[in-house]
């Protein structure tokens, strides 16, 4: 039996990039990466701005059925100085719920609540939306919270017209 090593002409014969063409293509690459990097940021902060305004709602949806099921009313608190929010039962009876949450605001993100008048529902000091027992929203709770995005964004939670809850709408429709 004999082994075949090759023929060198063949080898000679293979297709192959040179070094030129492979600088081309890199080149091409960096400057597609450069067209497209600051539209990607742009998109990445927009989804943090739209993903806080789903969770708060998710949060707010959450208050409300709690003042439901359990009969008593529910806050959510909202710290703007410290960038985040939270949802407590107002427990007369408890020094404290056991089952109260804290949530940071992504980093990306500011909350300012508007609409509140000097007799605005506050809760330890701070802003809040009181949910009622029968579902509806407190007359004396915000009617607008403001999320803006690090890219100048934003979204609005606006309180339902018929009291019920919040939805979240973009700038640019108020």
Do not use: H
């Not at 080898?11 to 400057?31: D, G, H, K, S």
């Amino acid at each position: 039996m004999i082994l075949e090593i090759g023929n060198p002409d063949k080898r000679r014969n293979q297709c192959a990039f040179t070094l030129v063409e492979m600088i081309i293509v890199l080149v091409l690459l960096v400057v597609a990466v450069s067209i497209i990097a600051p539209n990607l940021a742009g998109f990445v902060r927009q989804r943090a701005l739209d993903s806080e305004a789903r969770r708060l709602v998710a949060t707010m949806n959450a208050g409300k059925a709690r003042a439901v099921s359990e009969g008593m009313p529910t806050v959510l608190w909202i710290d703007e100085k410290n960038n985040k929010y939270g949802m407590e039962a107002e427990t007369p009876a408890q020094k404290t719920d056991m089952d109260a949450e804290s949530f940071p605001v992504d980093e990306n993100v500011a909350i300012a609540v508007m609409n509140l008048s000097g007799s605005g529902t506050m809760f330890n000091n701070l802003p809040a939306i009181r949910f009622l027992p029968d579902g509806t929203v407190d007359e004396n709770s915000p009617q607008t919270v403001k999320l803006t995005g690090a890219g100048g964004g934003a979204l609005w939670l606006l309180e339902s017209a018929d009291r019920t809850g919040y939805e979240i709408s973009d700038s640019d429709k108020l």
